[in-house]
């Protein structure tokens, strides 16, 4: 986005919201932070990008990914206000405002996640695509950049941007052309790597693993720097197992996350069981914490 488009936008009044400044942009639409004039509540508002504005497709895909947000009431998902246009036409959305860092921000600054502290976080990412398969909608793009943090809290996660999103057996236009590629190179489940139109619930489930093996090792799966020979890895190859990375890491959690990897989609657990593992892994891990937490407190006997 240039430096124009930002300067006309930031300070302008959408629907009694007042655009205050950037805090995301992409390849369909910018994020802003608001402040309703009124009230004086904050909102994120979503915005499509100028250069995107004429192109029909664009703008359908962006009403829909509004659309797919308001069928979704979970706490661990973003919830969206409202939708409208700004007076050139352009769609946009009200949604809530999370602040607090994404997990790549997180990494960045704080560095790996504790085995306990992860599995809170995978838990509840669970839970909520767990809810959204059984809405219907596949998220497509699962990465740490789409899971928010509230206050840094790792216990109110929420996971944003659902512009990629497919609706299961709906009888929709098709906005994604076949052989075209969904999705983020570093967490792409081997069958978008290849192409397939019809994405499965499964493929957040590989998605999941796939930001799993970022938090706990602080690289995904394949550490593969050029996009082409990345997505060719996906395609055909399985990642070495994380214990491979990672000392004493629980067996059950090393072999489900390597069984979410699974190159065949009806080979990966569905994430309602996923999520359950996951919430009895992190309950026993952070039990576990708190012995050892409570061990290192205890002055060790001296003799005489």
Not at 92 to 121: C, H, I, K, N, T
Not at 218 to 236: K, M, S, Y
């Amino acid at each position: 986005m240039d430096g124009a488009r930002r300067e006309t936008l930031a300070g302008r009044l959408v629907d009694g919201y007042e655009l205050l400044r950037i805090l995301a942009t992409g390849g369909m639409g910018d994020v802003y932070l608001a402040r309703h004039v009124k009230l004086g509540v904050q909102r994120a508002i979503k915005v499509i990008c100028s250069n995107q504005r004429f192109d029909p497709k664009v703008a359908a895909r962006f009403e829909r990914e509004a659309r797919v947000l308001a069928r979704l009431q979970h706490n661990s998902i973003v919830q969206i206000v409202e939708l409208g246009r700004l007076e050139e036409g352009w769609p946009y959305f009200v949604m809530e405002y999370v602040e607090g860092p994404s997990l790549d921000q997180m990494l960045e600054s704080r560095g790996m996640m504790r085995v306990a502290d992860a599995l809170l976080v995978l838990a509840q990412i669970a839970n909520a695509l767990a809810y959204a398969h059984a809405e219907g909608i596949v998220h497509r793009d699962l990465k740490p950049a789409n899971v928010l943090l509230r206050n840094g809290d790792l216990q109110q996660v929420k996971i944003i941007d659902f512009g990629l999103a497919h609706i299961i057996d709906e009888d929709i236009v098709r906005l994604t052309a076949r052989g075209q590629l969904i999705g983020s190179p570093a967490y792409m489940a081997p069958e978008q790597a290849r192409g397939v139109l019809e994405i499965t619930p499964a493929a957040d489930v590989y998605a999941l693993a796939g930001v799993a093996y970022l938090l706990l090792s602080g690289d995904p799966p394949f550490t593969i720097r050029r996009p082409v020979e990345l997505i060719c890895a996906h395609a055909t190859k399985m990642p070495p197992r994380l214990s491979e990375r990672l000392a004493d890491l629980p067996m059950m959690l090393d072999d489900l996350l390597f069984a979410c990897l699974s190159k065949e989609p009806e080979l990966r657990p569905p994430a309602g069981k996923l999520a359950s593992h996951l919430t009895r892994l992190a309950r026993e891990a952070a039990a576990e914490a708190m012995l050892d937490e409570s061990a290192t407190l205890v002055e060790p006997a001296r003799g005489d």
